[in-house]
Protein backbone atom coordinates (compact mmCIF):
# COMPACT_ATOMS: atom_id res chain seq x y z
CA UNK A 1 0.00 0.00 0.00
CA UNK A 2 1.29 3.06 -1.20
CA UNK A 3 -0.56 5.03 1.23
CA UNK A 4 1.57 3.92 4.09
CA UNK A 5 4.84 3.85 2.57
CA UNK A 6 3.85 8.07 2.39
CA UNK A 7 2.96 8.06 6.10
CA UNK A 8 6.20 6.22 6.85
CA UNK A 9 8.42 8.61 4.65
CA UNK A 10 6.61 11.78 6.62
CA UNK A 11 6.54 10.30 10.21
CA UNK A 12 10.28 9.23 9.41
CA UNK A 13 12.31 12.64 9.99
CA UNK A 14 9.65 13.82 12.64
CA UNK A 15 10.40 10.98 14.91
CA UNK A 16 13.83 12.13 14.04
CA UNK A 17 13.09 14.89 14.95
CA UNK A 18 11.32 14.72 18.41
CA UNK A 19 14.35 12.29 19.24
CA UNK A 20 16.84 14.84 18.73
CA UNK A 21 14.88 17.02 21.29
CA UNK A 22 14.25 15.13 23.68
CA UNK A 23 17.55 13.85 23.79
CA UNK A 24 18.22 17.91 24.06
CA UNK A 25 16.57 17.89 27.33
CA UNK A 26 17.99 14.74 28.83
Known sequence: ???IQ???WHLT???F???S???SFH
Open 6 to 8: TLK
Open 13 to 15: PVL
Open 21 to 23: IYD
Open 1 to 3: MPC
Open 17 to 19: YVT
